[in-house]
C-alpha cells in the first residue's frame, strides 16, 4: 500500500519562502503522476503543480514563476518550494499520486482539479502566510 507523508508546513511572512517535501514508502515502481495540491477551508481543492512520469512539469497560472516541483526517485521523495509568498497561499498543502496508469492526462487530471483520479493523497501540511 502507497503512503505519503507531507512535511515542511509553516507559518511565514508575506515574500517567504517554504519547502515542502513528500515522501513515499510501499513504492514499487515509478509513478505516472505526483502533484501538489492546497485547500483553504470551505472552497474546494485545487491542483498547484504536477510532474509527470516522463519529468514533464505543469503549474498552476497562480503559482507559475513562484513554486517549483521537483522529484529524487532514488528517495521517493517530492519536493515544492514555494518563493515569494502572499496571503493567498494560506492553505493545506497535500501530496497526490497515481500509478499504473499512463494513458490518464497528468496535467489535465491535476490542473482541472478531477482530485477524485488521483489515487493516493497523504494528510497534508498547513501553509500559513502573514502580511
Known amino acids: 500500500q502507497v503512503r505519503l507523508v507531507e512535511s515542511g508546513g509553516g507559518s511565514v511572512q508575506s515574500g517567504g519562502s517554504l519547502r515542502l517535501s513528500c515522501t513515499a514508502s510501499?513504492?514499487?515502481?515509478?509513478?505516472?503522476?505526483m502533484a501538489w495540491f492546497r485547500q483553504v477551508p470551505g472552497k474546494a481543492r485545487e491542483g498547484v503543480a504536477s510532474?509527470?512520469?516522463?519529468?514533464?512539469?505543469y503549474y498552476a497560472n497562480s503559482v507559475k514563476d513562484r513554486f517549483t516541483i521537483s522529484q529524487d526517485n532514488a528517495k521517493h521523495t517530492l519536493y515544492l518550494q514555494l518563493n515569494s509568498l502572499s496571503p493567498e497561499d494560506t492553505a493545506r498543502y497535500y501530496c497526490?499520486?497515481?500509478?499504473?496508469?499512463?494513458?490518464?492526462?497528468?496535467?489535465?487530471?491535476?490542473?482541472?482539479?478531477?482530485?477524485?483520479?488521483?489515487?493516493?493523497w497523504g494528510n497534508g501540511t498547513l501553509v500559513t502566510i502573514s502580511s
Open positions: 510501499g513504492v514499487t515502481g515509478t509513478s505516472d503522476c
Open positions: 497526490a499520486a497515481y500509478f499504473d496508469n499512463p494513458g490518464r492526462d497528468c496535467r489535465v487530471t491535476v490542473l482541472g482539479n478531477f482530485v477524485e483520479f488521483m489515487d493516493y
Open positions: 510532474i509527470v512520469g516522463y519529468g514533464g512539469l
